[in-house]
């Protein structure tokens, strides 16, 4: 398990934080930009994917003719009519921020408030700012046949349309839930036009007063320090989408709970403003930079989101039915131990140039608090101009990264169609970190289990022919390194460094190395390796296990030869009694190790070697680089060795 020193919240880009506010305030135009933008264009060719349904493939037809935009319609006069249920207004007219709303016809039912309150709050010449109108109403319920939504920010214009919309509870700014029986969506962006719609949308446990604060200004001239939640819950589904390079998305479901926000100290709107200007912030002047990154860094910590979840993912490319993909779910969720964890599972994806498979990717422990204190401090300055220490403060520290279920089949460009694609695949990958200093884990631990490939009889790379040669067919290998430094010892322990393969066998290397300060982790690169140079080896453990990779040797040599594998092994193991005593000086302690070994060749098992420094402050690099017989140092070393 990874264990994080310091708990923060982990919040998303800048351009996110007005996407996921929007899935609260307008879903549909939020959905319009985010599947233009965030849909990845697909290979060239994939596999068919089922047809759609008739509700999920209905939002997607082309949208004709185009509708109009809610800025350029004409505004009809509002009217208030009393009903026997409650009231009928007309000509609904209304912003939050960057939206503008329209509602043609909406019925209120079950309100406390008379006509001329009601009417003060919801005809669109009220001079009642917005957030004081969404506060001041109640009723039990409002219904419209359609609303209208219109979103123009830098990146385009979103305009959505929702259909059956159902508003309960509405009382003190809030609202209890939100439901729209589907609509669709038409986003104009620079990166081109993606249209499509969805098959239904609900949001609960709204605090409507809060959202509608958010864009302006605080009152009081200073925003809150803690962030309150704006809603409960929203899901969306039956997602379609035709967006720009001719690429087609489709979501089965997009949900979400605990979307907090707080207004930044001059509004979401002014604060976004901040974002316009060059997009190479290094080659603009520095007030430039620190303007817009201080205005990123404003819409980061203004809000957070518990979780958000998409599952049943497709996309392709319209004109090639061969290419694209699906993800059977994306997940995000902020962990109650601090840090968040993004999740991938069950992605595919093919094209012309192969095919590929996921089960699951993670990222957990995703800390961005000091990131974000270190940007907002070095704003204003140039990449060139930082330092290796500020470079480092900036990079966000990832707790845990995991891959399982990797299956790949690829040919490269040029190939035949009767070439033989290349295969491979991997088990599972893991990379965890913990105890971060200076940015950096002090304790690492890395795994690659089942890294797989076929192996041809007739392959051309050097070590796939030894392989075929030694009678494998398939290559089966994994690694393992778990390390990591004991401040108080001054000492990095090598838990594991190992490597093994199916049918081959294992080595495992274990060891202490000491006199190791904290200025190994010191982003100046001479101060960490004076750091490096002064460590000193302690202990070294080694473990050799034959899995059938000595034998296979043994075999091919005996063919080569033409002599018998028992008579090769005989002459191996004599040869290692005689020979490794005379390389290393024919101590007492070579002969320990040059008869362990003769034993292993004899009879392959298990070999295990252990070496320890006589002084306990270990041997180090200066010792080696100073010694006038390098083989002198290993009176300095306790040997033993044994075989199983």
């Known amino acids: 398990m990874v264990r994080f020193t310091r708990p923060h919240r ?69 009217s208030l009519t009393q009903t026997g249920s409650g009231y009928t207004a007309e000509n609904l007219r209304f912003a939050i921020g960057p939206a503008i709303y329209v509602v043609p016809r909406a019925e209120i039912r079950g309100t406390s408030l008379s006509k001329d309150e009601l009417a003060s709050l919801l005809d669109p010449k009220s001079a009642v700012p917005i957030a004081e109108r969404v506060r001041r109403l109640a009723a039990s319920e409002i219904t419209a046949a359609e609303i209208r939504a219109e979103v123009s920010v830098p990146a385009g214009r979103q305009l959505a349309v929702y259909r059956d919309i159902r508003v309960a509870q509405i009382g003190s700014g809030r609202i209890a839930s939100v439901t729209a029986q589907g609509g669709t969506f038409d986003n104009d962006a620079k990166e081109g036009n993606s249209r499509g719609g969805f098959t239904r949308l609900e949001v609960a446990d709204i605090d409507a007063g809060l959202a509608a604060s958010l864009f302006e200004a605080p009152a009081s001239g200073s925003p809150p320090t803690e962030l309150g939640k704006v809603y409960g819950s929203f899901s969306v589904e039956g997602i379609t989408s035709d967006g720009p390079n001719t690429a087609r998305a489709r979501i089965a479901r997009l949900a979400g709970r605990d979307f907090k926000a707080k207004p930044t100290p001059d509004g979401w709107i002014a604060t976004a403003s901040r974002l316009a200007g060059p997009t190479d912030l290094n080659t603009a002047p520095p007030e430039v930079r620190g303007r817009v990154i201080g205005g990123m860094l404003d819409l980061l910590e203004a809000f957070e989101i518990g979780s958000l979840e998409a599952t049943g993912i497709e996309f392709e490319e319209a004109q090639s039915k061969d290419s694209g993909g699906r993800i059977a779910r994306m997940s995000y969720g902020s962990s109650p131990r601090g840090g968040g964890e993004f999740r991938v599972e069950g992605l595919e994806a093919s094209g012309a140039g192969g095919r590929f498979r996921l089960a699951s990717f993670s990222m957990g422990g995703i800390s961005l608090g000091s990131t974000l204190a270190a940007a907002r401090e070095l704003a204003g300055a140039r990449a060139e101009d930082m330092s290796a220490a500020d470079m480092r403060r900036l990079v966000p520290f990832i707790g845990a990264i995991r891959f399982s279920g990797i299956a790949a089949e690829t040919r490269p460009d040029g190939a035949k169609p009767d070439d033989r694609p290349m295969r491979f695949s991997i088990g599972s990958v893991e990379l965890l970190g913990d105890k971060p200093v200076e940015n950096i884990p002090s304790d690492l631990r890395f795994g690659i289990r089942n890294v797989s490939t076929p192996i041809a009889p007739d392959a051309r790379d050097d070590t796939a022919k030894q392989l075929a040669e030694l009678g494998y067919d398939r290559l089966d290998a994994s690694l393992t390194a778990d390390l990591g430094w004991n401040e108080p010892g001054q000492e990095i322990v090598i838990r594991e460094i190992s490597a093994q393969g199916a049918g081959m066998g294992r080595v495992i290397i274990r060891g202490l190395v000491g006199n190791v300060s904290r200025d190994i982790f010191n982003p100046d690169g001479a101060l960490a390796s004076v750091a490096l140079v002064g460590a000193a080896a302690k202990s070294l453990d080694v473990t050799v296990e034959n899995g059938g990779l000595f034998e296979r040797i043994l075999a091919r040599e005996a063919r080569r030869q033409s002599r018998g594998p028992d008579d090769l092994r005989r002459e191996w193991g004599m040869a290692a009694a005689v020979a490794i005593p005379i390389l290393l000086g024919g101590s007492p302690q070579s002969k320990i190790l040059a008869q362990a070994v003769a034993r292993f060749v004899a009879k392959p098992g298990r070999l295990s070697i252990q070496a320890r420094s006589k002084d306990r402050g270990g041997l180090g690099f200066t010792d080696y680089a100073t010694a006038s017989d390098p083989l002198a140092l290993l009176e300095q070393v306790e040997i033993t060795a044994t075989a199983e």
């Open 10 to 78: 982990t919040r998303l880009t800048a351009a996110g934080a007005f996407a996921a506010l929007s899935i609260a305030l307008a879903p549909g135009a939020a959905l319009a930009q985010g599947l233009s933008i965030g849909v990845p264009r697909p290979p060239a060719a994939a596999a068919p994917r089922p047809p759609a349904t008739a509700a999920e493939a209905e939002p997607s037809r082309p949208l004709s003719p185009q509708p109009p935009t809610v800025s350029s319609a004409a505004i009809p006069a509002f």
